[in-house]
């Protein structure tokens, strides 16, 4: 790729990244029923992937491929529940970014507060990390839609703030 082109790309992935960092925070709920509609595309295409894969796997018999085939149907399931309700999906996904994120918090601060004694320099600095990430994931866990919905916005943020820095690089590339 010359370094005509890749200026070029910087400059249009500046633009694309600000302009939905822009809809994130203007338009919240909304980018969220989007991101909960593809999550509802994916699980219906991989359902019927996993049906039609049941069917036509020789190797399947039996349990397995009622197993299999039920799992398919699940996952139907699943992505048609996405699409009665948007608003309550895209909820939902601030929750599960929210709980997630606090559960992975959570465990970071645990793992950092079980290596702190083995190190030699910075136990101050990733104990204060440790006792953050702790008491972070277990705020998320409390309440994980509100900060889902902060994670969401800070989204928002970061792909603004990235894309001003990418068309900072084509103006100067």
């Known amino acids: 790729m ?25 338009l919240p709920t909304d980018t969220a ?3 909960a509609a593809i999550v509802g595309i994916m699980m219906v295409g991989s359902g019927l992937f996993k049906i039609v894969h049941a069917i036509k796997n020789t190797a399947l018999t039996g349990w397995n ?24 999906a895209s909820v939902s996904l601030f929750a599960v970014v929210g709980l997630m994120v606090g559960i992975a918090w959570l465990f970071e601060g645990v793992i950092q507060l079980s290596i702190v004694s083995r190190l030699e320099d910075h136990q101050a600095w990733l104990t204060f ?3 953050l990430h702790i008491v972070a994931g277990i705020l998320l866990m409390v309440s994980p839609i509100f900060g889902g919905a902060i994670i969401w916005m800070w989204l928002g943020i970061t792909l603004i703030i990235l894309g001003v820095y990418r068309l900072l690089m084509f103006f100067r590339f």
Do not use: C, E, P, Q
Request: proline residues 0%; positive net charge.
């Open 33 to 35: 029923a989007v991101a």
């Open 65 to 88: 491929k009622t197993g299999a085939s039920l799992l398919g149907f699940i996952y139907i399931l699943a992505g048609l529940i996405i699409f009665i309700n948007m608003r309550v």
């Open 2 to 26: 010359s370094s005509h082109s890749l200026r070029y790309f910087m400059g249009i992935d500046g633009l694309i990244a600000i302009a939905f960092g822009l809809l994130v925070i203007i």
């Open 129 to 131: 990390s440790a006792v």
